[in-house]
Antibody
Framework: EVQLVESGGGLVQPGGSLRLSCAAS????????MTWVRQAPGKGLEWVAN????????YYLDSVKGRFTVSRDNAKKSLYLQMNSLRVDDTAVFFC???????????????WGQGTMVTVSS | DIQMTQSPSTLSAFVGDRVTITCRAS??????LAWYQQKPGKAPKLLIY???NLESGVPSRFSGSGSGTEFTLTISSLQPDDFATYYC?????????FGQGSKVEIK
């Protein structure tokens, strides 16, 4: 079964750090770009970052640039999001998702994890 | 940044109704647009990619159309399982952006 499972969320104080993980199974992880998307409570979806198959090309939302770092370990079939200098407005459910192959899904997000909640509060 | 504006934000409809949601981009995105369905407490689910391509396993009552700056998602006959929030997303230009969502409610 194709699956993504996030972990690492929790409660952190403003200015703190957290590292999210996303474990992939059921597909050839290193064939795919991957992405992080977040959703603040009661709000819409917001794209956060993309990372290429080899980690050599990365894109970030401006508001997280310099604070968040996306990375991957293809041997472990895992995606990560290191979040530093967290702010109250970073509070959200964070989803990892697979970016579909250009020849198939033309970069749409075809597989999603269940999400992990990050709460930034004092 | 490209702004994606969905209308309506909320829609009340009966089972069996034909429902149309519109998504407008602030500049041309060709057909680099996807539609997702999200139910409360769940992850989004891909319905349509590249504006008009139906994802495998998605019922044929869902369809997408449009190009450039104006796009539509149509549900030909609303079913009980379709009550959810729908998001469009452009993946033409970074930062990739979503519409604010359209909630389909039971009338």
């Amino acid at each position: 079964e194709v699956q993504l499972v996030e972990s690492g969320g929790g409660l952190v104080q403003p200015g703190g750090s957290l590292r999210l993980s996303c474990a992939a199974s059921g597909f050839i992880f290193n064939n795919y770009w991957m992405t992080w998307v977040r959703q603040a409570p009661g709000k819409g979806l917001e794209w956060v970052a993309n990372i290429r198959q080899d980690g050599g090309e990365i894109y970030y939302l401006d508001s997280v640039k310099g604070r968040f770092t996306v990375s991957r370990d293809n041997a472990k079939k895992s995606l990560y999001l290191q979040m530093n200098s967290l702010r109250v407005d970073d509070t959200a459910v964070f989803f990892c998702a697979r970016i579909g192959l250009p020849s198939v899904h033309h970069d749409a997000f075809d597989i999603w994890g269940q999400g992990t909640m990050v709460t930034v509060s004092s | 940044d490209i702004q994606m504006t969905q209308s309506p934000s909320t829609l009340s409809a009966f089972v069996g109704d034909r429902v149309t949601i519109t998504c407008r981009a602030s500049q041309s995105i060709s057909t680099w647009l996807a539609w997702y369905q999200q139910k409360p407490g769940k992850a989004p689910k891909l319905l349509i990619y590249k504006a008009s391509n139906l994802e495998s396993g998605v019922p044929s009552r869902f369809s997408g159309s449009g190009s450039g700056t104006e796009f539509t998602l149509t549900i030909s006959s609303l079913q009980p399982d379709d009550f959810a929030t729908y998001y469009c997303q452009q993946y033409s230009w970074y930062p990739w952006t979503f519409g604010q969502g359209s909630k389909v409610e039971i009338k």
